[in-house]
């Protein structure tokens, strides 16, 4: 489990220090680095165990893409683990570091290329997955003999890793099918099937997803709303076995009504619990769901005066303890804004 992580010199994060729980929402306006913040943390994650991405990191630092704009600053990525501190670092000149120092231990130097990539933990970080989800993707049946074992950042692969639950019969699928009807109240109903459709002009097995509405009918996934089919992929890669621990998400309310949001991140909840190697950290600009974390679940970011990333907790606000007996997470987040964090951070 990650408990701090360290970002320098990447993007809008000049240096920022951010504490994480289990189950962590990030709040900000648009452009405050939220999103990048996500992607340094699986680069840190992912990039120490795979030569492909270490590279792509190291490249892009070496030509300045990734770096802060303005500033000196060696690209530098820490994160405090249960394990110990796993630290990752990178200069203009393509040079990295990768080191490990545990909590009772000497420090392990980690620099060196991964063939093939490992899935294991590094430091006590595991392998994580940045979900990116399209909705075009999402909606296409996916090639079986491809043999997606989960679904990949985009949302490949969905309909065939939910067939895979389904076959299992290990209860996998059941939940996923009934956490969708409990967050999509118009959705009853969950089922894969195959078709012969063609691919590079030739026909192939393809797996196809369908949900049965209230109304008593089978949709297809090119039938379904935005809002249903990012939730179905997002509790599919929660439920699915996955080969990752750490689950990066984006506005993970996309495309819900409040209400419905309240009962995604219930349902998370619930799986986090269940299994306390999962970490799931997201992103949203919605007060109705900051409502649905514990105060100390909700990190704010905002920009200081020369656009750089700054960060607190919503606890860390001079009038939280006033007002916490009276206040949601959320109802405090949209009283008092964001500016706050650049005054309180100097």
């Known amino acids: 489990m990650i408990r701090e992580v360290t970002i ?7 240096c920022v220090s951010v504490t994480l729980e289990p189950l962590t929402v990030i709040v900000g306006a648009n452009a405050s680095g939220k999103s ?71 420090l392990q130097d980690l620099t ?55 076959l299992a019969e290990d209860g996998r699928f059941k939940q ?16 894969t099937t195959q078709e012969n459709l063609r691919f590079n002009n030739q026909p192939d097995v393809h797996a196809v997803v369908e949900a049965r509405t209230r109304a008593g009918g089978w949709c297809r996934a090119t039938d379904l709303s935005e809002g249903t089919l990012v939730t179905l992929a997002i509790l599919t890669s929660v439920h699915s076995k996955r080969s990752t621990s750490l ?41 109705h769901l900051v409502n649905c974390f514990e105060p100390r679940e909700v990190r704010m970011f905002s920009l200081n005066e020369v656009g750089h990333t700054v960060a607190l907790r919503l606890e860390d606000h001079p009038e939280w303890p006033q007002w916490k007996d009276t206040f949601a997470s959320g109802e405090f987040w949209a009283a008092v804004g964001d500016e706050w964090v650049v005054e309180a951070t100097g």
Not at 89 to 101: L, S
Not at 129 to 136: A, E, F, H, T
Not at 176 to 191: E, H, M, N, Q, T
Request: aromatic letters at 4%; charged letters at 25%.
């Open 8 to 14: 320098t010199g990447y993007k809008a994060l000049e």
């Open 247 to 287: 689950l990066l998400v984006d506005d993970i309310d996309r495309g819900l009504h409040p209400r419905a949001q309240s009962k995604l991140i219930d349902c998370v909840r619930g799986v986090t619990k269940e299994d306390p190697t999962l970490q799931i950290i997201c992103t949203t600009h919605s007060p």
């Open 36 to 106: 990048s913040f996500l992607d340094a943390l699986a680069l840190l994650a992912n990039a120490s165990r795979d030569q492909r991405q270490m590279k792509a990191l190291v490249d892009a630092a070496g030509e300045g893409t990734v770096r802060t704009h303005g500033t000196e600053q060696l690209l530098e990525m820490v994160a405090l683990t249960d394990d110990g501190r796993l630290r990752l670092r990178v200069n203009e000149n393509r040079g990295w570091a990768n080191t490990f120092e545990p909590h009772d231990g000497a």
């Open 176 to 191: 996923v099918s009934d956490s969708l009807a409990r967050v999509v109240p118009g959705i009853v109903g969950l089922r």
């Open 112 to 166: 060196t290329w991964r063939t093939p990539p490992s899935t294991d933990e590094v430091g006590g970080v595991p392998p994580a997955m940045r979900l990116r989800l399209d909705l075009s993707v999402l909606m296409k049946p996916a090639l079986l003999r491809l043999g997606y074992s989960e679904i990949l950042p985009n949302g490949e692969g969905l309909a065939a890793v939910l067939q895979s639950m389904q």
